[in-house]
């Protein structure tokens, strides 16, 4: 079965530069969640998207932004990047529109080192 | 807000025998869903199973089940017959599933508990 596939897995960066890490739901899916887990920390969730929309938002920088496209696939941008936003980032995608669905499904995560 | 605290920062079990991981968890929401995932330290968040507030069982899927005591708000993972390959960080995780909630599908995770399987 189709899963929650990310690219890259690995991405390095310099300060200041900015990073973009994609992130492809399972089919049918229509909500798509992004986290962000820092070494030995639990998932923080950053931002959501149901239905190509904005959904919710965490407290996050302005220097983090995201959208999703018009098919279901979503796009994490991350401006100016500073030491601290090395991190895990992981996306997960679920099917909001059923209420008796018990999916949530993450993708392998995209390691970010900012050096 | 929701909260999920998970006590147990490391655990240890031999081979074969059974080990229960806990989660409690604290929400005004009538209405959510509690769910386990495995993490290995290649970082992808493996699903393992999702107890539902208003299920009535405990739910199962393999060596896995959920111990799900909603008037003591915990969630406990029983992994029965341990494996090397269950050697990983386990993370308790509780989302809001009230009707028409923007939030609705957001998972807050608990701390996580270092799971070591010894020979």
């Known amino acids: 079965a189709a899963g929650v596939i990310q690219s890259p897995r690995h991405l390095i960066k310099e300060k200041r530069e900015t990073a973009t890490l994609k992130c492809y739901p399972i089919p049918r899916h229509d909500t798509v969640y992004w986290y962000q887990q820092g070494p030995g920390q639990d998932p923080q969730f950053l931002i959501s998207f149901y239905e190509k929309m904005q959904s919710d938002k965490g407290s996050i920088p302005d220097r983090f932004s995201a959208r999703q496209f018009p098919n279901y696939s979503s796009e994490l941008n991350v401006n100016a990047l500073l030491l601290g936003d090395s991190a895990l980032y992981l996306c997960a995608s679920s099917l909001v529109s059923d209420y008796m669905n018990t999916e949530a499904f993450f993708g392998q995560g995209t390691r970010l080192t900012v050096v | 807000a929701q909260k999920i605290t998970q006590t147990q920062p490391g655990m240890f079990v031999q081979e074969k025998e059974a080990v229960t991981l806990d989660c409690t968890y604290d929400t005004s929401d009538p209405s959510y869903g509690l769910f386990w995932y495995k993490q290995p330290s290649s970082g992808e968040m493996i699903f393992l199973i999702y107890?539902?507030?208003?299920?009535?069982q405990n739910a199962t899927e393999g060596r896995y089940s959920l111990n799900f005591q909603k008037a003591r708000k915990s969630a406990n993972l029983v992994i029965s017959a341990s494996q090397l390959g269950d050697s990983a960080m386990y993370f308790c995780a509780m989302r809001d599933e009230g009707a028409g909630g923007t939030s609705y599908g957001k998972l807050t995770f608990g701390q996580g508990t270092i799971l070591t399987v010894h020979p």
């Open positions: 107890q539902g507030s208003y299920d009535q």
